[in-house]
């Protein structure tokens, strides 16, 4: 395997977080990289989901015109 290679498909990044939530996360034992990384995913998915319905806004509106 390549250095610099993670077989999981992840990468280190930087973020900035706020001290008092980040040590108050950190005291509660949350892992920070796990929950930034599903709430981005969720995030992600649901931005996907409104730029499908924006590019197919007029075959759903034709489409329902149909149906009705």
């Not at 900035?16 to 998915?45: H, P, W, Y």
């Amino acid at each position: 395997m390549p250095i610099g290679t993670n077989p999981a498909g992840k990468k280190a990044t930087n973020i900035t977080l706020s001290t008092d939530v980040l040590a108050e996360a950190k005291a509660m034992g949350i892992n920070i990289s796990q929950v930034c990384d599903q709430f981005l995913r969720e995030l992600v998915r649901k931005r996907r989901e409104q730029q499908w319905q924006h590019d197919n806004a007029d075959f759903i509106a034709a489409y329902n015109q149909i149906v009705e």
